[in-house]
């Protein structure tokens, strides 16, 4: 069992910078790839970006990709979003998530509570 909780969330300006941080409980956590995932209102949940259970490989969404960093600390039990240039699309609630390299919401077994994103513009 592996249990996830985000922060860092906040209200930015568009242009500026926020840093999500995922930190997780549970065994073997350094073993599962770690996805990163938002919903805005009335949207589907969407992929941001994945990190391998190494941190070796990366993947983004196109409308991330460039602005947008996924990182992982495994001694500390913990994965980073740096988020930079954001936009008022960028307003969404962020999920990390715990399972198989996918960017697909059903590969992923395990889920935190979402930490809110806003960006003014």
């Known amino acids: 069992q592996v249990q996830l909780v985000e922060s860092g969330g906040g209200l930015v300006q568009a242009g500026g910078s926020l840093r999500l941080s995922c930190a997780a409980s549970?065994?073997?956590?350094?073993?599962?790839?770690v996805g990163w995932f938002r919903q805005a209102p009335g949207k589907e949940r969407e992929f941001v970006a994945a990190?391998?259970?190494?941190?070796?490989?990366?993947s983004y969404a196109d409308s991330v990709k460039g602005r947008f960093a996924i990182s992982r600390d495994n001694a500390k039990n913990m994965v980073y979003l740096q988020m930079n240039s954001l936009k008022p699309e960028d307003t969404a609630v962020y999920y990390c998530?715990?399972?198989?390299?996918?960017?697909?919401?059903?590969?992923?077994?395990?889920w935190g509570q979402g930490t809110q994103v806003t960006v003014s513009s």
């Open positions: 990190i391998s259970w190494s941190g070796g490989t990366t």
């Open positions: 998530a715990a399972g198989h390299y996918s960017s697909l919401p059903q590969d992923y077994d395990y």
């Open positions: 549970g065994r073997a956590f350094s073993r599962y790839p």
